[in-house]
């Protein structure tokens, strides 16, 4: 069996790139075709297909075919809240660093 800790640390490196980050923030509006993500991100089709293969394998994910058309959706609300909490946490990292470049930057006199 897997350690807790070490499945955590797989699910933030199979979150660990750009696009497939940027899949989760256009999902969470709710399902998309691909053709709509391929728009957005602007990418090759391969390449969203491979991201698309490992977030889907994650089952965080999940895809309905109807026809030629493949369409996303989130499997819960929870990767929402992550995403939103992500941010918030991103927000904060960067207003702190954000203070002490202005505690370091020289008086001008």
Sequence with gaps: MV???EAKAEFF?????????RVLE????GPKPVR???AEIEIEPS?????????RRSGIVTATRTGST???ELAGGD???LLGTARRI???VLTDRQGLLEELRPVRR
């Excluded at 390449?47 to 977030?55: C, D, F, I, P, T």
């Design 3 to 5: 350690p807790l800790y």
């Design 13 to 21: 490196r199979m979150l660990g790139h750009p696009v497939r980050i």
């Design 26 to 29: 256009l999902l969470q509006d």
């Design 36 to 38: 709509d993500l391929l």
């Design 47 to 55: 390449s969203l297909s491979q991201q698309l293969a490992v977030l």
């Design 70 to 72: 493949v369409v996303y």
């Design 79 to 81: 990767v929402a809240e």
């Design 90 to 92: 991103l927000t904060n």
